[in-house]
């Protein structure tokens, strides 16, 4: 890492619009001098879902307040600022285009650098912004739309090992709660359900536990749960609380096996003789009962095992403008060809992931 530097990052590959500034000592050690997110939730709550046209629209308007925010907030100008950073992608083309021309802009007025961040490596840097976790380490990413094992061995080099072939996690807690009547997000709605249920009632698949290696799927399992509250509704005409909680309590059991399961084969591929560490990030990672089975097998793999805090979890442009730190010191920065990329894995020598998120395209 070079001399201490300042950096402004902008985010906008989904539903959350975020601007933040990052400062770097001459040793590496970072730290957070804002982290401005405006959710676009209200907006979307009525379609089910995130839709791009409208997430696009969002982001166009709120990214000038967002940096505004972030360099009042952060007590610092655009001229103090060293480099600009910005999701390239992968995520809804509409908002990474938003990000990307206001960062352009930025930085043509300023002359400052600008670099171009691919979000998911955002997420899998972040242990190292909030932990200093050095490398190599195991990386696990479950959110809405996200969902894979990295092996992280430098800020422009990640190994897939794995990751969903279908749902991604929190979009199969989000799909079961609306199957069994309960709120969206339904993430917490189930965890909160699930913790007056019985998570042995329903006898639910574990997908993809019987093939080798760290592949997922969650598709199966929701359509099981939708299997069983038919049986329940054609047998007495509807749910009760104590079903809805029943059924909850095992889709998340479900979840936990297989995320546990597969967390165990991903450490086969951990170097040798390097300290052990598991991260996980995304929105799952706020549930309980998913961060009790990956410590067990955290402990159990002799692994130190790190979960940053919920706001840097999620989406956020801190990760960003980090990520771009690093990289920095790897890479000479973008020019205006820079262009936004829907879709954009993190490790190329890997065949493309199937399936694409109600969030955007997986990588
Ligand atoms: O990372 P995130 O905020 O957004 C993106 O997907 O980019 O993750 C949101 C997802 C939602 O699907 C939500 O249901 C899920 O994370 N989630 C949870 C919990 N809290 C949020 N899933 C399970 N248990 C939770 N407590
Ligand atoms: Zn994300």
């Known amino acids: ?120 490596a955002g997420h899998a840097l972040t242990p190292r ?32 090992l794995g990751g969903t072939i279908d749902d991604a996690p929190g979009e199969a807690f989000d799909k079961v709660a609306r199957l069994i009547g309960l ?30 290696g760290c592949d997922m799927s969650f598709s199966g399992l929701k359509t099981a749960v939708l299997r069983a509250r038919d049986r329940l509704t054609a047998e007495k005409g509807g749910i009760t609380r104590q079903d809805q909680a029943d059924l909850a309590a095992g889709f998340q059991a479900a979840v936990v096996d297989v995320l546990a399961e597969k967390t165990r084969r991903a450490f086969a ?22 961060r009790t089975g990956l410590e067990t097998v955290s402990a159990g793999e002799n692994a130190r095992f790190v979960a940053p805090p919920l706001a840097l979890c999620t989406d956020n442009a801190a990760m960003i403008a980090y990520a771009a730190a690093e990289q920095s010191a790897l890479r000479a920065p973008d020019d205006m060809t820079l262009s936004a990329r829907p879709r954009w894995p993190l490790d190329t020598a890997q065949p493309a992931m199937l399936g694409s998120g109600k969030k955007g395209a997986k990588a």
């Open 129 to 160: 912004l909030t932990d200093y976790v050095p490398y190599p380490y195991l990386m696990l990413l479950v959110s809405g739309g996200h969902c894979q094992f990295l092996m992280v061995t430098g800020a422009d080099s990640f190994r897939r």
């Open 183 to 212: 709120p969206q997000p339904g993430g917490p709605a189930i965890e909160m359900a699930a913790s007056i249920g019985d998570p042995a009632r329903f006898a639910l698949p574990r997908p993809l536990l019987d093939r080798p």
């Open 1 to 120: 890492m070079p001399a201490s530097l300042i950096i402004l990052g902008l985010e906008s590959s989904c539903d959350d619009t975020a601007a933040a500034v990052v400062r770097t000592q001459a040793d590496g050690m970072p730290e957070i001098l804002s982290s401005v997110v405006m959710g676009q939730a209200e907006l979307h709550s009525d379609f089910g879902g995130v839709v791009p046209e409208i997430a696009a629209r969002a982001h166009a308007e709120k990214l000038d307040h967002c940096v505004e925010q972030a360099l009042l907030q952060a007590k610092t100008s655009l001229e103090a600022v060293d480099l600009i950073a910005v999701t390239a992608g992968p995520g809804l083309i509409g908002g990474v285009v938003s990000g990307v021309m206001c960062a352009k802009g930025l930085a043509q007025a300023t002359g400052k650098p600008l670099y171009g961040v691919n979000h998911l």
């Open 269 to 290: 591929d951990y170097p040798q003789d390097a300290p052990r560490t598991l991260c996980v990030a995304g929105g799952v990672a706020a549930n309980k009962a998913i």
